[in-house]
C-alpha cells in the first residue's frame, strides 16, 4: 500500500507525547508511504477526546495552584480513561520542562512548580493544535458540519474547547455516503460481536443498524459519534491503510470490508 489514513490515536501519539518511544514510531511509520491522508474525523476525536484531558490537567493545576494537591486529586480518580490519560499529560509536561528549547523553568515551590507544569501544557496543547494539520500530506474528509475551533483559555484561567462535537442542527454530512453502501454498513455491524459486554461495541452496532434499516432516518451527531471506529474503515481509500495503535478494534472492522490496519 502507497497510502495512509492516519486514525485518531497516531495523531495523539504523534502530537501529544514529545520525545517518547511512541512519538518515534509514528515519525517512522509516517515515512514508510508516499501519501498520508488525515481525515478530519480524527481531528474531532482527538480534541475531544486526548487533548480535552490534557485540558483537564491544565485546569486542575490552575484550580489547585499546587503541584501536590494535584497528584492528589488524580490519585483518587477511578482507574480509567480519564486516570491514564491524566498520567500520560502530567509525564508530557514533565518532559517539556526538562527540554531546555521550551524555555520552562520549574519553580522552587509547590505553587510554582504548578504554574511551570501549567504553562508546559498550556504550551502543548496549543502548539500541538497549530501542528494538526502540517504533519500529514494531505487532511482529507472534511466535515462541513463540524466548527473546527482552536482551543482557548478563558478569563478564569481554564481552557474552552467548545464545540467538541458537529452541530445537531443540520444532518450528518456524512449520511449521504453512508446511505449509498448498504453492503458495507452490513459488513461492518457483521464485524462486530454481539452481546460483547463493552458499550462502544452496543452502541456502534446500533448505530450501523439504525442506518441499514432506516436509510430514510436523518443522522444525528449522536449516530455519528457512535459510528466511531467503523469510520475509518469505511472511508479509508482502497489504496491505503489504516495506520492506528488500537490493531484490536480497526483490524476486524478494515478486513470486513477488505481493507488493512496497521500499527506504526
Same mark, same amino acid.
Given at each position: 500500500m502507497t497510502d495512509a489514513y492516519l486514525e485518531t490515536t497516531v495523531l495523539a501519539d504523534f502530537l501529544l507525547k514529545p520525545k517518547t518511544?511512541?512519538?518515534q514510531k509514528v515519525k517512522e511509520a509516517l515515512g514508510r508511504y508516499q501519501n498520508t491522508l488525515l481525515p478530519v474525523y480524527s481531528? /474531532?476525536?482527538?480534541k475531544a477526546g486526548l487533548l480535552n484531558y490534557f485540558a483537564y490537567l491544565h485546569d486542575k493545576l490552575v484550580s489547585t495552584k499546587s503541584l501536590a494537591n494535584t497528584f492528589q486529586a488524580l490519585s483518587v480518580l477511578p482507574q480509567g480513561y480519564r486516570r491514564s490519560t491524566s498520567m500520560e499529560a502530567?509525564?508530557?509536561?514533565?518532559?517539556?520542562?526538562k527540554d531546555a528549547r521550551f524555555n520552562i523553568v520549574l519553580g522552587s515551590t509547590d505553587e510554582e512548580q504548578a504554574d511551570s507544569y501549567r504553562l508546559a501544557l498550556y504550551s502543548l496543547i496549543m502548539r500541538s493544535w497549530a501542528k494538526r494539520? /502540517?504533519?500529514a500530506t494531505k487532511v482529507v474528509d472534511e466535515l462541513t458540519c463540524y466548527t473546527e475551533a482552536a482551543p482557548r483559555v478563558g478569563k478564569t484561567g481554564l481552557f474552552d474547547f467548545d464545540p467538541k462535537q458537529c452541530e445537531d442542527d443540520d444532518e450528518c454530512c456524512l449520511a449521504t455516503r453512508f446511505k449509498a453502501e448498504p453492503a458495507?454498513?452490513?459488513a461492518l455491524r457483521n464485524a462486530i460481536p454481539e452481546k460483547s459486554g463493552r458499550n462502544e461495541y452496543e452502541k456502534r452496532r446500533q448505530a450501523l443498524k439504525q442506518l441499514i434499516k432506516h436509510p430514510k432516518e436523518r443522522v444525528n451527531r449522536e449516530t455519528c459519534r457512535h459510528l466511531g471506529d467503523?469510520?475509518?474503515a469505511f472511508f479509508c481509500?482502497?489504496?491505503?491503510?489504516?495506520l492506528t495503535t488500537n490493531l484490536r478494534d480497526h483490524e476486524p472492522l478494515a478486513k470486513a470490508v477488505g481493507k488493512k490496519a496497521e500499527k506504526p
Open positions: 518511544p511512541k512519538q481531528i /474531532k476525536e482527538w502530567l509525564a508530557a509536561a514533565a518532559q517539556m520542562v494539520r /502540517k504533519f458495507i454498513l452490513e467503523a469510520i475509518f481509500p482502497e489504496n491505503a491503510v489504516i
